[in-house]
């Protein structure tokens, strides 16, 4: 007997099997199309391949974990967050969904912003006005394409449309509608307030429910599609960041996680809906019902060091199979060359703009510090360092809001690095935990299945039973010191950089 987790990601979905111990017993993946870009900082997807992507992931991972659909005792969903899939009264999709990433909504956002204020949306929805969030999407396709809106008579998020061709049934979770703008994060539903403000029917919108909570039981079209038993029941699950956290055990109080990927997240989970007055740090439903969490983002995290190898090369290696990841080890291994601190040498990882804690679109990266005396390892280090400087920047917010941050987990490619573990550990100031595996959100959607299949009574007890920390590593106090002045030298660049904007 297992659980499936689904993760409907930007790249493809990835399915993966749990067994009733936790370990994971088979993963398949569908690579999605490249998402469309029909102008600069636009990025749409066809929600029609996502469906496509993940009938072929679960039947992959079905045939690898040879398993028979009765095996199977529920499915759980997560995916990528704030996206827009708009369909008509016949369920027809009326256009290709807007992701996630696609920046087109500025004047929307700042209109919003002036119409309800900024202070009235956080008291509002816990969240400011941001570009890639659903709302101000939908009142693009509003201003921008009257005809195709006046079709619109139902939005969901891009997990909860395989759901609908899974089940039949719209429904989300909590913490995936805390990505929309829509919702009132405290209170854990629609925010009748906002929505009267803006014009939009709550009709449109799915149900919600908590993340292991049953929303519904494969359809027998969905179990045709997919070689799933019809009946089988599907979970809520989770957006990617909270499924993801599930998997990683971040589900109480003190415990974050930070992960590097293309983007940086430092996660923690909260008790209580925690606001930050500025909007700096995002505050959303955890998909643990009853908890909450708040989240820091950086945009060029593991990006800044992809840059850095495809500008200045990963020094002599051979290629073929493996060689991106040999190129990231020869790096890392260049960087621990050079002393903690980087003799001073700085980088402000702004390469896509940033986030936490500045809500700037326009910042920009440097490089700065540099002397004669400086040389390869020194630059690489500081890029480690910078990126590292900046996910600590949402620690700082979190002190400054009362968010405990008593374990620190790490997750994605800088839990991968021997080197950039022990900068984290020196620069953070506390141990860090490595984990035995991480699955993603997948596996955090198949732990949330198993709470609602029953196999575990509620998602602290399968996080206990499933996730296992592999290893700590400690700040070693010296580098912790270095680390610390030049964090503080860190926290000065975005103003030196971006004096108006800083103002």
């Not at 089988?232 to 996680?257: F, L, Y």
């Not at 945009?299 to 060689?323: M, V």
């Not at 984990?435 to 609602?452: D, F, T």
């Not at 509620?458 to 964090?487: F, H, I, K, N, W």
């Amino acid at each position: 007997m297992a659980v499936l987790g689904l993760d409907v990601g930007t790249g493809g979905s990835r399915a993966v099997l749990v067994d009733e111990d936790g370990s994971v017993t088979a993963t398949a993946t569908e690579a999605h199309a490249a998402f469309d870009s029909p102008r600069t900082g636009w990025a749409e997807q066809h929600p029609g391949d996502w469906w496509r992507a993940s009938r072929a992931a679960i039947r992959a991972v079905l045939a690898a974990g040879a398993m028979s659909p009765g095996d199977i005792r529920a499915v759980g969903l997560s995916g990528q967050m704030h996206g827009a899939v708009l369909l008509d009264a016949a369920g027809e999709v009326v256009r290709p969904a807007l992701i996630w990433c696609d920046q087109r909504t500025d004047a929307q956002c700042r209109r919003l912003t002036d119409q309800v204020g900024a202070a009235r949306l956080i008291e509002l929805v816990a969240n400011p006005a941001l570009t890639g969030f659903t709302l101000p999407k939908l009142l693009w396709v509003r201003d921008e394409e009257p005809a195709r809106w006046e079709r619109v008579r139902t939005v969901l998020l891009p997990k909860d449309y395989v759901r609908w061709r899974l089940t039949g049934e719209r429904a989300t979770d909590a913490a995936d509608a805390s990505g929309t703008l829509l919702f009132d994060v405290a209170g854990r539903r629609w925010s009748s307030t906002l929505l009267s403000h803006v014009g939009i029917d709550a009709a449109a919108l799915p149900a919600v429910h908590e993340g292991p909570e049953v929303t519904g039981r494969l359809a027998p079209a969905g179990a045709e599609a997919t070689g799933l038993l019809a009946g089988t029941p599907v979970v809520a699950g989770g957006g990617d960041q909270a499924a993801g956290a599930v998997g990683m055990g971040i589900v109480r109080p003190g415990a974050v996680s930070a992960t590097i990927g293309t983007s940086g997240v430092v996660f923690a989970a909260t008790d209580r809906p925690a606001r930050d007055p500025r909007g700096r740090v995002h505050t959303f439903c955890h998909a643990v019902p009853g908890r909450w969490h708040v989240m820091g983002v950086t945009q060029g995290a593991g990006l800044s060091l992809r840059w850095l190898r495809d500008t200045i090369g990963a020094g002599a290696g051979a290629g073929g199979p493996g060689a991106a990841e040999d190129a990231y080890d020869r790096l890392c291994a260049e960087a621990a060359e050079a002393p903690p601190g980087a003799d001073g040498v700085l980088w402000a990882p702004y390469l896509m703009g940033e986030r936490t804690p500045h809500l700037d679109p326009e910042a920009r990266a440097a490089l700065v510090g540099l002397s004669a005396a400086h040389g390869r390892a020194h630059v690489i280090r500081a890029v480690l360092e910078g990126v590292a400087f900046s996910l600590r920047d949402s620690l700082t917010i979190f002190d400054e809001m009362g968010v405990p941050a008593t374990r620190i987990r790490l997750g994605g490619g800088g839990a991968r690095s021997l080197l950039w573990r022990r900068i984290q550990a020196d620069v953070y100031g506390q141990p860090v935990d490595v984990l035995a595996a991480e699955e993603g959100a997948a596996y955090g959607a198949a732990l949330l299945a198993g709470v609602g299949a029953g196999i575990w009574g509620s998602v602290d007890e399968a996080c206990a039973a499933a996730v296992r920390v592999a290893g700590t590593v400690a700040p070693e106090p010296g580098a912790m010191e270095t680390l610390d002045r030049q964090y503080r030298r860190f926290r000065t660049l975005y103003g030196a950089l971006h004096p108006q904007a800083a103002a």
